[in-house]
Nanobody, 123 residues
Framework: QVQLVESGGGLVQPGGSLRLSCAAS????????MDWYRQAPGKQRELVAT???????NYADSVKGRFTISRDNAKNTVYLQMNSLKPEDTAVYYC?????????????????WGQGTQVTVSA
């Protein structure tokens, strides 16, 4: 069974930095896109950043120039470096990956989500 496990969240002051990690494990044939989403209280989940298997990246306008997404294919891990954090960045952050694996005996590209990690930006 494939799992995504996140780490790196916490409490940070405005202007500070955090680095989130998300490691995929299990019977993985290949990983396609890997994304970071976030969901603030009372708001819908939103896409923060995405990185393709070819390392092309894209960011939400609200985080451009402050956040950097990267991946280590040898470790099946995606990272989110968050700098110049603002109170409005406070949310639960989720990683997502499209992973080629076997589920219920069928080979395919399936969606997987991490459990979420809390990021709180406050003085």
């Amino acid at each position: 069974q494939v799992q995504l496990v996140e780490s790196g969240g916490g409490l940070v002051q405005p202007g500070g930095s955090l680095r989130l990690s998300c490691a995929a494990s299990g019977s993985i044939f290949s990983i396609n896109a890997m994304d970071w989403y976030r969901q603030a209280p009372g708001k819908q989940r939103e896409l923060v950043a995405t990185i393709t298997s070819g390392n092309s990246t894209n960011y939400a306008d609200s985080v451009k120039g402050r956040f950097t997404i990267s991946r280590d294919n040898a470790k099946n891990t995606v990272y989110l470096q968050m700098n110049s954090l603002k109170p409005e960045d406070t949310a639960v952050y989720y990683c997502y990956a499209k992973i080629e694996s076997i589920r219920s005996g069928w080979y395919g590209a399936y969606d997987y989500w991490g459990q979420g990690t809390q990021v709180t930006v406050s003085a």
